[in-house]
């Protein structure tokens, strides 16, 4: 079974419509992270969580929320996508414990188009 | 503002030819650096970590180095394969910051 696994792998919805991606982790990590990823803007930091108690604004958190239910689940909202959130999520974790300061680990992402 | 540039941004060399990719980065001040692959439509493999105190890791066919005073990293792959075509990325942590600046790849075809 995958580390990191995200849900729904795909999803079309429309503009103005909430939706929530899901994340989970077996990693046992203690640090999340939601990036998009557009071409040729590479990757961008949405959001990221050191525990279940920490929320912090990455690069783009515009028109994103987060939510760390548990230190294994972080979930993104759209609370009213717009066609220009259409890109693909990837969920990651690391962990501080690990002497390896910060290596991070992919899910395997979620692709989300907004017509 | 950290920025990572990636060298060149797509690459294409027969089976069998060692290669080097680049990455470049504007602030040293690095806590370490990541490697990753890619392939469409999938997520990220972690390929190797150094840390700022590390010059350089191998893992199997890959070696990647670090300069952090130049602000450069290269990943060597040797006897490059068919299976190894994929897109690379190259991304810092920026010491204090504890967020992952990415370059934005490159894109890799080996032809057998």
């Known amino acids: 079974d995958a580390d990191v696994t995200q849900t729904p792998r795909n999803r079309i919805t429309k503009t103005g419509k909430r939706i929530m991606l899901e994340c989970s982790q077996t990693?046992?990590?203690?640090?999340m992270y939601w990036y998009r990823q557009d071409p040729g803007l590479g990757l961008r930091l949405i959001y990221y969580?050191?525990?279940?108690?920490?929320?912090n604004k990455g690069e783009i958190s515009d028109g994103y929320s987060v939510s760390r239910q548990a230190q294994a689940k972080f979930s993104l909202s759209l609370e009213s996508a717009i066609p220009n959130q259409t890109a693909l999520y990837f969920c990651a974790t690391s962990d501080m414990t690990s002497g390896r300061g910060y290596e991070q680990f992919f899910g395997p992402g979620t692709r989300l188009t907004v017509l | 503002k950290q920025e990572v540039t990636q060298i060149p941004a797509a690459l294409s060399v027969p089976e069998g030819e060692n290669l080097v990719l680049n990455c470049s980065f504007t602030?040293?001040?690095?806590?370490?650096l990541q490697w990753f692959r890619q392939d469409p439509g999938k997520g990220l493999t972690s390929l190797l970590l150094?840390?700022?105190?590390?010059r350089e890791q191998t893992s199997g066919r890959l070696n990647a180095s670090l300069d952090k005073s130049s602000g450069r990293s290269t990943l060597y792959i040797a006897a490059s394969q068919p299976g190894d075509s994929a897109t690379y990325l190259c991304?810092?942590?920026?010491?204090?910051?504890?967020?992952?600046?990415f370059g934005k790849g490159t894109k890799l075809s080996v032809i057998p």
């Open positions: 150094i840390q700022s105190s590390q």
């Open positions: 991304a810092v942590i920026g010491a204090g910051s504890y967020q992952l600046t």
């Open positions: 602030d040293s001040a690095i806590y370490n």
């Open positions: 969580s050191f525990d279940v108690k920490d929320i």
């Open positions: 990693k046992g990590h203690d640090r």
